[in-house]
Structure formats: C-alpha cells, structure tokens
Nanobody, 123 residues
Framework: QVQLAESGGGLVQAGGSLRLSCAAS????????MGWFRQAPGKEREFVAA????????YYADSVKGRFTISRDNAKNTVYLQMNSLKPEDTAVYYC????????????????WGQGTQVTVSS
C-alpha cells in the first residue's frame, strides 16, 4: 500500500513557476513508477508527466514539453513537478499517482492516487 500527498499548488501569474511535490509513504517507493495528471474544470483528467522507478526515463504530454520537468528523490520518497512558463490553460487540480511496474501514460494503469493540489494560473 502506498499513500500519496501532493503539495505546492497555489495561485501564480502567467509566465510564473511552481514546484509541486508528492510525498509517498512506504519503504518500496523506489520500485514504483510515478506520474502526474491534471483535471481542469469540466474536463477529463489528463496525463502530464511520468518517471520510471530509477528516474532514468520520463514521458511528457506534448502540451507541457519544454516547460515542465518531472524528477524524483528516492531517498526522500518524493516526486516533483517543476512547472515553468505557466499558462492559464495549465489551471487544474494536479494529482500524483504510483504504479508498481514500468512507467506509462495511461491513467487506468496507476494503482495509487493522491488527493490533488490546486494550481491556478491567472492571465
């Protein structure tokens, strides 16, 4: 069992930056692939970024490539999402998710989810 807790969300102006953190419980965090997803009001939840258990492989949605960076610190049981050059369309609740297997962009293949953190980007 893995419990996830996101933090770092908030209100930022367009062009600004935020860093989200996702702290995981459990001693096997380093064996999980991790992902970030987001859900904007009235929209389906969508994939943002994912990272392998070692941190050696990453995937990004086209909409965030070059602006967002996913990373992890297995010693701290934490995964991060550095978000730069934020746009109003990045406004959403951001969720982290864990999967005890290879990384994937598929929401349905993640086993554990956090409660989410709100990111609001003003124009």
């Amino acid at each position: 069992q893995v419990q996830l807790a996101e933090s770092g969300g908030g209100l930022v102006q367009a062009g600004g930056s935020l860093r989200l953190s996702c702290a995981a419980s459990g001693r096997t965090f380093s064996t999980y692939a991790m992902g970030w997803f987001r859900q904007a009001p009235g929209k389906e939840r969508e994939f943002v970024a994912a990272i392998s258990w070692s941190g050696g492989r990453t995937y990004y949605a086209d909409s965030v490539k070059g602006r967002f960076t996913i990373s992890r610190d297995n010693a701290k049981n934490t995964v991060y999402l550095q978000m730069n050059s934020l746009k109003p369309e990045d406004t959403a609740v951001y969720y982290c998710a864990a999967r005890k297997s290879i990384l994937t962009m598929s929401e349905a293949e993640y086993d554990y989810w956090g409660q989410g953190t709100q990111v609001t980007v003003s124009s």
